[in-house]
């Protein structure tokens, strides 16, 4: 006796080879009936003996296409007359579902065999791709994911591609991105267009910079051996000291630099194939000015085909940084290109598949055997992230640096690309243009906008223009960084979290930024944070070791002032301790991020930053430098029935011994104590509240020596630590804690 059942089955079930799949295994099984593609799901009919069909399920949820992702499925038993011959693939149709879209993904193995295969008609072909690899996101201009609703449409298939695209047994049934050289895009340098990707090889070996197209956007791309050519970028993109990020040929090159772990090197060479940070083990020919004053490189290895390509006729690193001019999004269209990247680049390398969406490359570092992502973009993005609790159609605005955005519903979260820092005029637009595509694509509509509690961030602006159309909530920055985690974790329990970072509004108006905090999904306490101190002279103080030194110093240790800072302008000196002294033009802190700025400027390691964190960052590359295990004295008391941190001592003593020892043992002492004073902390709350579970979120936790260190120290004392998985510790990850005020 036949039986019929009507399938649906959700998730990213779209432009992963999913329809081929199920065509393949009903045939196997001897099913009939059919398969179509619908907004974020796909709807199947299967006829045939009931053993089967299990069978059918059951394989469908054991082995599915690898990049599929099945959020769910729903059976229904129908009873129809119909008789079905045959199971066929039908045209896809749309309804009011759910949709997901891919982030794009690095070129498989198989079809890098065929691009090396001289008898393959695609041999060197530069866009070469399959349904199970190329880009989705970056193409997409509509839903459901159909060739006519990418950007490559306009590329009309040849009959051999038509043959592979309409044959379900093919590698590239409904790969929407399917080309060849007959019928594809193409590539070519300026003014050039034979031998490319010999001539790209030469403008490297040349000292050139090029402005080279990718997946999500242009790199700006140069040999990174060559000193005087990375000068060169550094002034052309204004970009003194931030670190560019290295495209290595393969893992023998990248080890010959770097030391590259088991989870490391999976990573590196996973379908999302971000940027990794690598601890450098010798930089040999590499220009120093690449990554300076820093213990790590952050490598990725080709994605796109035609990066193998280069790679063919040129043997060494090359730097591949996003093409844009400091904080500015990164470039996408090729006229774009060619007017802002005008005085950067020397040579430009176009393609004609236009993109849609532009998306920088993502970074990622293992500690403790753990994926961090420090920038969730390519590979990662947008990628829902389900959450332990259901909510409203909500958006969430995010922070102002290191920006992105979630839009979700029910319990998934949407969490936009990183985006960059709203205080540029050019991030902004991008951020507008950004949330209009995510609620276009996606189909929800917000009915609560949320937004941090700042009132000067550009994102509090952009909520205010909203109230009059939806309910619009705000949420205090630390507080969105603890929901963060606990809906990255999907932890439901109460938890103990440590807030560390360098700024964040907090509710009392002073700057937040070295919170402690327990609670749940359902409710958060601040139980404990550090001492205020005053930072005087303004907004920019804030981004200033100097300023926050010298603030300090007027403020705690006066009589070590022109010590530490001879040549202190008397002007400066005479306006700063005014404003201290009378608590005027100042601003109150607890941030923790400050405090590292502070000890990075008092020993004389960095005064001046260039980047956000950059004065941190050098003090815990100083500190990995010295194995110290001492830790300098804190001390710990209560006030309006807080705990409070007081730095005092730890400074005290840090001004006593920087006469006497070596930076690297005060910056790691100074790392012993933070770590310490955090077990501490924890065993008081233990104590008091029953808590095992310590989180960690906030940009402090990038610091790699300061996670391992007190990771370890808690557990060995007993703790589960939870640190982010999913989404950046950093403001990066904020949208998605902000969507709590979404719930229902
Ligand atoms: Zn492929
Ligand atoms: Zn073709
Ligand atoms: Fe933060």
Known sequence: MHKTYKIKIYGIVQGVGFRPFIFKLAKDLNLTGWIFNSTGSVHILVQGQEERIKLFIDNILKDPPPLSRIEKIEKERIFTEEIFNEFSIIESKEDQGFNFISPDIAVCDDCLSEMRDPRDRRYKYPFINCTNCGPRYTIILDLPYDRDKTTMKIFEMCSECEREYTDPSSRRFHAQPISCYDCGPSIW????????????????????????KGIGGFHLACDATNHKTV??????????????????????????????????????????????????????????????????????????????????????????????????????????????????????????????????????????????????????????????????????????????????????????????????????????????????????????????????????????????????????????????????????????????????????????GGEVFVGSIDKVERVGHFKYFPIAGGNYAIESPKKIAISYLIKYFPEKLEKLFPNIDPFEKEIMEKMINKGENIFYTSSCGRIFDLVSCLLKIREHIEYEGQAAIEL????????????????????????????????????????????????????????????????????????????????????????????LKLNERGFQVYTHKKVPTNDGGISLGQMILGKE
Request: glycine share 4%; with cysteine.
């Open 189 to 212: 340098i300026e003014g050039e267009r034979t031998d490319i990707f010999e001539k790209i090889a030469d403008y490297l070996k040349d000292g050139k910079i090029l402005a080279i």
């Open 620 to 711: 815990e590359m100083t500190a990995m430098r010295s194995e110290n295990q001492k830790y300098y004295n804190f001390r710990i008391f209560e006030e309006n029935n807080k705990f409070v941190i007081d730095t005092y001592p730890i400074i005290e003593e840090i001004l006593y011994e920087i006469e006497k020892k070596e930076k690297p043992d005060i910056a790691r002492k100074f790392h012993n104590t933070i770590s310490q004073i955090i077990l501490v902390i924890s065993e008081m709350l233990r104590e008091i509240f029953k808590i095992k579970k310590i989180g960690f979120s906030g940009g402090v936790f990038q610091n790699r020596l300061l996670l391992t260190l007190t990771t």
């Open 231 to 512: 000068i060169k970028l550094r002034e052309r993109k204004k970009r003194p000291s931030k670190p560019f990020a290295i495209m290595m040929k393969d893992l023998d090159m990248i080890k010959k630099y770097c030391y590259v772990n088991e989870e490391e090197e999976k990573i590196l060479i996973s379908k999302e194939r971000p940027i990794v940070l690598l601890r450098i083990k010798n930089l040999y020919d590499i220009s120093p000015l690449v990554s300076p004053n820093n213990e790590y490189l952050g490598v990725m290895l080709p994605y796109a085909p035609y990066h193998y390509l280069i790679f063919d006729h040129f043997d060494k690193p090359i730097i591949m940084t996003s093409g844009n001019l400091s904080d500015e999004p990164i470039v996408k269209d090729n006229h774009e290109a060619k007017e802002k990247l005008k005085n950067i680049a020397d040579i430009f390398v176009f393609h004609n598949r236009e993109i849609s969406h532009r998306i920088d490359d993502s970074v990622v570092f293992i500690e403790n055997k753990e994926v961090n992502i420090i920038r969730r973009a390519r590979g990662y993005a947008p990628e829902p992230i389900k959450i332990p609790i259901k909510i409203k159609p909500s958006l969430a605005l995010g922070g102002e640096l290191k920006n992105t955005f979630s839009l979700g519903k029910e319990n998934y979260v949407f969490m936009s690309p990183h985006i960059g820092d709203l205080k540029d005029k050019d991030t902004l637009t991008a951020y507008e243009e950004t949330i209009n595509e995510f609620i276009r694509l996606l189909k929800i509509e917000p009915e609560i906008l949320i937004h941090d509690l700042h009132p000067q961030y550009l994102s509090t602006d952009f909520a205010e223009k909203f109230k009059r159309y939806m309910e619009v909530k705000s949420i205090q920055h630390h507080k969105a960084h603890f929901f963060s985690l606990l809906l990255d974790r999907e932890i439901k329990d109460e938890i103990i979290c440590f807030s560390f970072d360098g700024t964040g509004y907090g509710e009392d108006g002073n700057i937040w």
